[in-house]
């Protein structure tokens, strides 16, 4: 039987409910002041006959982050960006099921609404499609054209600070003890948590609209919130020998 740790769910008014993609609902685009479109979008709840559109918070199971954060420069006045690939192990098949449906869900739509949601008078031909749409399941083949484990990125909404490091203001537990407001350079200490390689990482993350750059869309999926687990590799128990072991 699953549980709410090993699949994605919706997180409204402290319940959480199994995410259906079909329950997605499209808005009328958007341009924003710097000329980015984007395709705003809700959860519809239905009660009955009654229905209610709500912000899609959704919360992730425990995945690994193998290779710890990307941060890069967007321009000189201290401005950053920071994503995470989190692996999608393969115990986590409901969890892969439902990312892969709600891929295949947007792929639809955009079929349905590529002109309006584009900003082109353009019918697109499946390869434009296939080329446009930046799916939430990420996979790739190795040299020996056998597929990696498959990845969902996750936006880390970060800044820099004066000192030159990375923060983050959302709040990241550790081995859900939470990094306090009240520690002295708390938002640093936050996303150094979450860079950290190797560890097991569950997201609350939010998904408020699909973003349109460079002639692709991007369902951005945004952290909210992050529990780090430490993984030790070794008991911590155990007593090393500190003589030398060598032959």
């Known amino acids: 039987m699953s549980s709410v740790s090993d699949n994605l769910y919706l997180l409204h008014n402290n319940e959480a409910i199994p995410f259906d993609p079909q329950c997605v609902v499209y808005e009328e685009p958007k341009v924003n002041e710097r000329g980015v479109r984007s395709v705003p979008v809700k959860y519809r709840i239905r009660r009955g006959n009654d229905y209610k559109d709500v912000p899609i918070v959704m919360q992730m199971p425990p995945m690994l982050n193998r290779f710890g954060c990307s941060v890069w420069d967007q321009n000189k006045d201290?401005?950053?960006?920071?994503?995470v690939d989190l692996e999608i192990a393969r115990d986590l098949k409901a969890f892969l099921?439902?990312?892969?449906?709600?891929?295949?869900?947007?792929?639809?739509?955009?079929?349905?609404?590529?002109r309006q949601w584009m900003g082109t008078n353009k019918y697109p031909s499946k390869k434009v499609m296939d080329n446009t749409l930046v799916r939430?399941?990420?996979e790739k083949m190795d040299k020996e054209n056998k597929p990696y484990p498959p990845?969902?990125?996750i936006k880390i909404p970060v800044n820099q600070n004066a000192k030159g490091e990375?923060?983050?203001y959302i709040p990241v537990f550790k081995n859900k003890e939470i990094i306090k407001r009240s520690e002295p350079n708390y938002q640093a200490k936050r996303f150094n948590a979450l860079k950290e390689s190797?560890?097991?990482v569950r997201m609350v993350v939010r998904l408020d609209a699909l973003?349109?750059?460079n002639e692709k869309i991007y369902p951005t999926l945004r952290a909210y919130q992050a529990?780090?687990?430490?993984?030790n590799f070794f008991n911590p128990q155990e007593e090393i020998p500190e003589t030398y072991m060598f032959k």
Do not use: C, H, I, P
């Not at 892969?100 to 609404?113: H, P, R, S, T, V």
């Not at 529990?227 to 993984?231: F, T, Y």
């Open 97 to 114: 099921t439902t990312l892969q449906e709600f891929d295949d869900a947007l792929y639809g739509e955009l079929a349905k609404m590529f």
């Open 166 to 168: 990375v923060e983050t």
């Open 151 to 153: 990845k969902v990125r």
């Open 136 to 138: 939430l399941v990420r």
């Open 198 to 200: 190797g560890n097991k």
């Open 211 to 213: 973003w349109v750059l």
């Open 78 to 83: 201290r401005r950053v960006s920071s994503t």
């Open 227 to 231: 529990d780090v687990e430490s993984l």
